[in-house]
């Protein structure tokens, strides 16, 4: 498959294991406390990111890049938002269902579409914004602060704490995906599969010294329960690193509006776990939501 075409595929799987690690850490976060699930996904997934980099390298045939201080600020840039990011996510999903939590996150796509014009000049199309246009309102749809009034929601409920935190994990997000894409790009002429898989490694590493250094001193307890959590926790780092991955060389690939376009496809994802396994039912409305977002899925993966 043609590399225009490849981030198709990897950014479908990035969406499925991120459903995955969600779950999982969700199911973590009773015991381990918000920071303590987020530890999960940086920690036990460094394992694995260092798998993942060493069997491009041996299989691949690719010589590890050489940073640069462009690299290092966008790679800080990204790691630091992406902690900020998940630990508001799993404060939005602690508070509402399973599926609409995960929707919150995903007003990062307008927010992601300003970003990259900003930071790093990723243009935006005509039918780009049309994808995203769907995607945003389908995702209003979804998660209305008011479900009996759910269009007077759509103008009037961004200012609930639930949805201001649901927005601060959307630009977190956005501001993470621009500063990953930035290191990749910043890694001159490395092929996108090893200038992703090392900047993933290395972005997970400064996410495991800085949240595990702060923990460690203000709340070593919790330390502890992440360590006797390890059953659980690997296997939420393991698709937390699976995740990261897909979404890194996917972005190594295209631009971060439209990885994060097609990335909508998570939430369907999510309200397929949410219903199978949280046993949480989705109205007429969230099913509109649904459909405005697999239209725009659709939208951005034929705009070629």
């Known amino acids: 498959m043609p590399a225009d075409w490849l981030w198709i595929p990897v950014t479908i799987w990035a969406a499925f294991a991120q459903t995955l690690r969600n779950a999982a850490q969700r199911s973590l976060t009773d015991t381990l406390g918000t920071l303590g699930a987020t530890l999960v996904r940086f920690l036990y997934g460094l394992p694995f990111a260092a798998l993942w980099l060493w069997l491009v390298h041996r299989f691949g045939g690719y010589a590890l890049p050489a940073p640069t201080a462009a690299?290092?600020?966008?790679?800080?840039?990204?790691?630091?938002?992406?902690?900020?990011?998940?630990?508001?996510?799993?404060?939005?999903?602690?508070?509402?269902?399973?599926?609409?939590?995960?929707?919150?996150?995903?007003?990062?796509?307008?927010?992601?579409?300003?970003?990259?014009?900003?930071f790093i000049g990723d243009p935006i199309s005509a039918v780009s914004a049309a994808a995203m246009a769907c995607g945003t309102l389908g995702v209003l749809l979804l998660s209305p602060a008011d479900k009996a009034r759910p269009w007077r929601a759509l103008l009037t409920g961004w200012t609930s704490r639930t949805a201001l935190v649901g927005l601060g994990?959307?630009?977190?997000?956005a501001l993470s995906a621009v500063g990953y894409r930035g290191a990749a790009l910043a890694l001159d002429g490395a092929p996108f599969l090893v200038a992703a898989a090392f900047?993933?490694?290395?972005?997970?590493?400064?996410?495991?010294?800085?949240?595990?250094?702060?923990?460690?001193?203000?709340?070593?307890?919790?330390?502890?329960?992440?360590?006797?959590?390890?059953?659980?926790?690997?296997?939420?780092g393991f698709m937390g690193a699976a995740a990261s991955a897909g979404w890194f060389t996917a972005m190594a690939i295209?631009?971060?509006?439209?990885?994060?376009?097609?990335?909508?496809?998570?939430?369907?994802?999510?309200?397929?776990?949410?219903?199978?396994f949280f046993r949480e039912k989705m109205t007429r409305r969230e099913m509109a939501g649904m459909l405005l977002l697999v239209a725009g899925v659709v939208i951005i993966t034929l705009r070629r």
Request: aromatic share 10%; no cysteine; net charge positive.
């Open 199 to 236: 900047t993933l490694l290395v972005a997970q590493a400064i996410q495991t010294v800085l949240l595990g250094g702060w923990l460690l001193v203000r709340a070593p307890a919790v330390i502890g329960r992440v360590f006797r959590a390890w059953r659980a926790s690997l296997f939420a």
């Open 254 to 276: 295209e631009p971060v509006a439209h990885v994060r376009t097609l990335g909508l496809v998570e939430l369907v994802f999510s309200s397929i776990v949410s219903r199978r």
């Open 169 to 173: 994990s959307g630009a977190a997000f």
């Open 71 to 118: 690299f290092a600020a966008w790679v800080v840039i990204g790691a630091v938002a992406q902690i900020v990011a998940t630990a508001l996510l799993l404060r939005v999903m602690a508070e509402r269902n399973f599926a609409l939590g995960v929707a919150y996150s995903k007003t990062e796509i307008i927010q992601v579409a300003l970003f990259g014009l900003v």
